[in-house]
């Protein structure tokens, strides 16, 4: 089963994805701009294998086209370039809502009281089967808008530390010499973090990575892409991990492209 598997996986990658992709993930996805022609040519081969076997669904009335399709696998995606991987495997269906939408959330206190409430949410993700997003989110994101934010790479961090799931809800590095110092840097950058938002202090990271190490991972997964070149200057030592967790070097490549538009002017 498993050599069947990839040799599947082998034989999606291997095809040449429509002309088109290339287009408009330039257009809706600013880090796919970034990448050297190499890099994007193993993106889309593991985008067409995680469209190819995740159900995508659309809700609250919206139609979900190709393209938008294409956009979410493709962030996706993201997260596992350069990796190996098994694509996100205890997701089955990426539920897309045009907005923001309302979820019931259950919680249980301290003297077995049950409370349920409402909540607004732009995403979330199951621990198996199902990754939620507002297709508004991720439209805002491709115009530019809420910068440090990407709901997409968010709630697939979360699937991804479900897969590698380790200690306190941190997917640990394939790399056993890694282990020890990845676990060392993220729980003294978390512990931080949390203590700053007690004492009231303005931190760089948003303040919702300090809800719990599964959330810190998210977000700083995020951040990671999303604004690199500040992450490395404010967090030199959680940027180190995770461009190694990663493999990747997004800071580089945003400078490279502010130095390309410099001599290009």
């Known amino acids: 089963m498993f050599f ?3 040799w599947r996986r082998n034989r999606i990658r291997s095809r040449p994805p429509p002309a088109e992709w290339a287009e408009i993930l330039c257009r809706s996805v600013p880090y796919f701009r970034l990448l ?3 890099d994007r040519t193993e993106l889309l081969g593991h985008t067409q294998v995680l469209i190819r076997e995740k159900h995508f669904e659309g809700c609250g009335g919206l139609e979900l086209t190709e393209e938008m399709r294409l956009i979410i696998a493709a962030q996706a995606c993201i997260l596992v370039l350069h990796r190996k991987t098994d694509y996100f495997p205890k997701v089955q269906s990426i539920v897309v809502y045009p907005y923001a939408y309302v979820a019931r959330r259950v919680e249980t206190d301290e003297s077995g009281l049950v409370h ?3 909540e607004v ?3 979330e993700s199951w621990e198996r089967g199902t990754v939620v997003l507002s297709w508004d989110e991720i439209a805002r994101h491709s115009r530019g808008a809420g910068r440090g934010r990407n709901i997409i790479l968010h709630e697939f961090a979360h699937q991804l530390d479900q897969e590698l799931g380790g200690a306190a809800g941190v997917p640990l590095p394939p790399e056993r010499a890694q282990r020890a110092e990845w ?3 993220l729980s003294e950058e978390y512990e931080r973090l949390q203590e700053a938002v007690e ?6 990271l948003d303040p919702y990575a300090a809800t719990d190490p599964a959330e810190f991972f998210a977000v700083v997964t995020e951040t990671f892409f999303e604004r690199p070149v500040d992450l490395r200057r404010r967090h030199p030592e959680l940027y ?3 461009k190694t967790f990663y493999r990747q070097d997004p800071a580089e490549l945003f400078e490279g492209a502010v130095k390309a538009e410099g001599r290009a002017d």
């Not at 004492?199 to 760089?204: A, E």
């Open 199 to 204: 004492r009231g202090r303005r931190t760089f």
């Open 240 to 242: 180190g991990q995770l």
């Open 116 to 118: 349920e409430e409402d």
């Open 183 to 185: 676990a060392r840097v």
């Open 121 to 123: 949410r732009d995403g």
């Open 4 to 6: 069947f598997t990839n």
């Open 36 to 38: 050297p022609e190499q």
